[in-house]
C-alpha cells in the first residue's frame, strides 16, 4: 500500500517523498481514506503511530481541492485542531507545514503563556488552519481576533489527556463556537469511559 493508492494528490505525495516517508503507518491505512471521504473519526491511538499525518493529510488535502475551486476568495480559518499542550501545538503545525509545502495551505499556532501580538497578527495575514491551545484560543476569540464560524474540520488530539487536565469546559465552551455541518475527528490514547461519553454528546 502507498500513499497514492490512498488517493493521496500529487503536492502533498511530493512532499511525503521530501520526508522520506515511504509507506502509510497503520493508523494511516485506516484513517486517510475515511477522512478523504468526509466521514467523523474516533480514533485510537499513541504519539509515535504516525497519527498526525493521519488527520493532517487528509485536511490539507480538502482545503487545497476548496482552494482550487475560490481562486481569490479570502482566506477563512477552515480547520481547528485543539491539542493541550503547547509542544504538541508546535509539533502538530510544524506537521501542517511540511506536508502542506507545495499545497499554500497556511496554518498558525496558538498556546498561552506568551506575548499575543504575533499571534493575532498572523491571524490578520489569514490563514487555514489553527493549531491551538484551548485557553488561549478562547482569549483571543473573546476578543475577536478569531471567529469559528467557518470551521469545517474539527480535531481533538489527545483527547484523554484534554479531560485528565481538566480541559473539559474549555472544550465544550469551543464546540458551541462551532458550525454543526462539520468533520469531527478525535485522536486518544486510551479510550475511557468518560471519554466515549464525551464524544458521543459531543456529536461525534
Ligand atoms: P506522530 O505519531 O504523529 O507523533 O508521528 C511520529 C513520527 O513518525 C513523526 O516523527 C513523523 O514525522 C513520523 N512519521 C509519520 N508518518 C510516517 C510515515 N508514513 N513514514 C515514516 N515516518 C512517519
Redesign the pocket.
Known sequence: MT?KDLGVIDPILKA?EA???????P??EQSIPILLNRKDLLGC??????????F?IPIIQHLYNDSQNNQGRRRKVKALVVTPTRELAI??AD?FT?YGKFTGVRNTVIFGGVAQGPQKSALRNGVDVIVATPGRLLDLMGQGFVSLRDIEYFVLDEADHMLDMGFIHDIRKLITHLPNKRQSLFFSATMPKAFIKFALTSRI
Open positions: 500513499f511525503l520526508k522520506g516517508y515511504t509507506h502509510p503507518t493508523i494511516q491511538a499513541q504519539t509515535g503511530t504516525g497519527k498526525t499525518a493521519a493532517a509539533q502538530i506537521n511540511a
